[in-house]
């Protein structure tokens, strides 16, 4: 290994580009919805040597939107040790000028308004709104490259229930089993449930940080993040160090949504951030889901209030998430397995006639025939039917049922 | 007591009208689309005189389609008798005549289309359509004569969970509690705890029987019939004697359906009858609600498939299914009582700069502003707010977190 700085070979991208990005990256607070713009449109390059400059007149001025959101950091930049601790962990920035860059999937959080409504107005970035990334530390196998259309989130309550628990691990299994990908918050409960319940299938799993991808959050899912890292991905907009933050889960809580194609709510109490990730769901045009559950259960008081809205669809079985999450048409869920019946298309009339047979006592046509109110010259005809379906036997004249 | 015909002093309906719909009311078996159209049309006694000479042709003929309706048992007339045993167990014979007949909730019967699409075409009486009952033989003090909407059904399996039993019968009650009158049909299970749930609270109740009025069916259920008929309703468009069919339960719960402004469905396996009534309530224009349950009780496969059609909604509280019940903007439900937090209503970065600060140690303003990301020039009116909001103190210059 040479002494100089590390190669990022694990990314295809020009070191100045990755340079850029990851200072980027750490010196606006996601989501930086002026800086995102206007990186857009001047560059990673240029504009992380604007803003490390911090002009405020002049022609290499910030906008003040974008001088504003990057004013208290912009003198840091660790993005060379950024990048050797990725490497030295395996990883990789994954941004959008690299074919992994799941643009498809990003692309609505740069052009829909905040689940508050909020926007990127002149002068007031929405700073809650839900701009794209500027990059995203992964580690793992995993890639993202394609659309959100393979991917489903399952999230929900941190303290679930076993219910809540048993659903998300067998739901998760089963997806992962039909080739989705099962993404998450890699949160205590409902989140760690879906992880290992994707890992116990050798399927594909996604975990969404809220913090630094050096960072082991909850502490006692420092083995579970280093099997997904191993056989799946773990990914986060946050530079190394970063710690979690109230706010950051929230800011998270998007990135989940835009990556899927619809997320699960498996249990949710009222006001949480699972309902907070199924609102902007919606707002994205993915699917929202909730899985029902007892109503005595404060754990599903969430699902079943986000149940009444009309962008929000209940999902009883693994068959309805895929359903929902599939283009139309495709996927439809079969009604479940219903008993079927010997007298199933029978003739309601014909019905009758059989309710009106005794097993015990033959019966004559005129007793039958009062009995389901049926036209008595209409009786011959059910009669046959029954008898030709096992139904009914004739005895000296009378009838009588026979077991079904 | 006199010798001669008991007087039906219950109703206010001149007693012809009474013996030719008590004839009529036996004469075909329900719900008979032919028959109900033309007693509409030429008038019960008129049509009851009709039936019985069973002319086929010249001038009083029967329409063929009534004939069929009614050809079995035309020679059959217990009208009399019927009424006498009626009186007798304090009952009364309701009529389309009587002021109490439910018009408005039953008028939809008499023109929609039935649930397999079926109508009265000519010549093909729509047996299995939801034609309007000739009659209802009715006992208890309870009245029908206003519309649907002071009524709720509550209906489900037979087998039901404790769940489920725990849930009819509380939100019996509580629906009881507000006013509501609670339909359902006294079978076993969910029927049975709705009616308990709603008599517990000496609240209003109807049962409808899908066998005659004189049938304790099911027999266990022979003492809670009685307390219905003491205190609320029981009602039935059978007449006397009829034994329960499994045709006449689905005929039944049309009638369910027509007679309240919603149907809640508690339990329900997948192809109840439950379902079928929530269906049938759907087709009339009324509000058809599931309450959900575990995924992975079988008795709530049901009402997850059905939560899935767009006329239907989730109730997860008595407060859903009162909004759904209601003209819109009416008993509009409030959502559940949210937690609120000391950092409500803060603004987005605030709140970044709140989580920055440490309970433990004092903190610079630089260090803040690096730390959450926001413009230094800010930090002095974030820190003042949440100062004024107790979340944060000075020391000496340097800021730390208040506990909440």
Redesign the interface.
Do not use: M
């Given at each position: 290994m040479s002494a100089g700085p590390a190669p990022v070979d694990a990314s295809p991208v020009d070191r100045e580009v990755l340079l850029a990005r990851a200072y980027l990256s750490r010196v606006?607070?996601p989501p930086?919805a002026a800086l995102a713009a206007w990186v857009a449109e001047v560059g990673p390059v240029t504009a992380a040597r604007r803003v490390r400059a911090g002009a405020t007149d002049g022609p290499g001025a910030l906008p003040p939107a974008v001088?504003?959101?990057t004013?208290?950091?912009r003198d840091?930049d660790r993005a060379e040790a950024d990048l050797t601790l990725l490497r030295a962990r395996g990883g990789r920035l994954i941004v959008p000028e690299d074919p992994e860059w799941p643009a498809v999937a990003l692309a609505g959080l740069g052009l829909v308004a905040g689940p508050d409504g909020g926007g990127g107005m002149e002068g007031a970035p929405a700073?809650?709104g839900p701009a794209e990334p500027l990059a995203l530390w992964a580690r793992g196998p995993g890639r993202l490259d394609d659309a959100p259309r393979g991917r489903v989130a399952l999230v929900g309550a941190r303290a679930a229930s076993e219910?809540g628990l048993?659903?998300a691990r067998d739901w998760a299994a089963d997806l992962a089993d039909r080739g989705r990908t099962v993404v998450s918050g890699a949160a205590l409960g409902i989140d760690g449930a879906a992880h290992r319940g994707a890992l116990a299938v050798g399927g594909a799993t996604v975990a969404v940080l809220a913090c630094g991808i050096d960072r082991a959050y909850p502490p006692t899912h420092a083995t579970l993040l280093d099997h997904i890292a191993h056989r799946g991905l773990v990914v986060t907009e946050y530079p190394p160090g970063s710690t979690p933050?109230?706010?950051r889960f929230l800011v998270r809580n998007r990135l989940i949504a835009a990556l899927t194609a619809g997320t699960v709510v498996v249990e949710a109490a009222?006001?949480s951030g699972a309902m907070r990730t199924a609102l902007v769901a919606g707002g994205l045009g993915r699917a929202v889901m909730v899985?029902?559950?007892?109503?005595?259960s404060a754990l599903?008081?969430g699902?079943?209030?986000l149940?009444?809205r009309p962008e929000v669809?209940?999902?009883?079985?693994v068959a309805?998430v895929l359903e929902e999450v599939s283009p139309v048409g495709e996927d439809i869920a079969t009604?479940?397995?219903?008993?079927t019946r010997p007298t199933d298309g029978l003739d309601?009339?014909a019905?009758?006639v059989h309710?009106?047979l005794s097993l015990h006592a033959a019966r004559t046509a005129v007793r039958l025939?009062?009995e389901?109110?049926?036209?008595?010259?209409?009786l011959t005809t059910h009669l046959s039917e029954l008898e030709a379906r096992g139904l009914a036997e004739s005895d000296g004249g009378r009838w009588r049922r026979r077991p079904g």
């Open positions: 606006a607070e930086a001088a504003r959101e004013a208290a950091r840091t700073r809650e219910y048993w659903v933050a109230r706010h009222a006001r899985v029902p559950g007892p109503v005595t599903s008081l699902c079943h209030e149940a009444r669809s209940v999902v009883g079985r309805h009604p479940p397995g219903t008993p309601p009339d019905l009758r309710e009106a025939a009062h389901a109110g049926v036209d008595p010259r209409d």
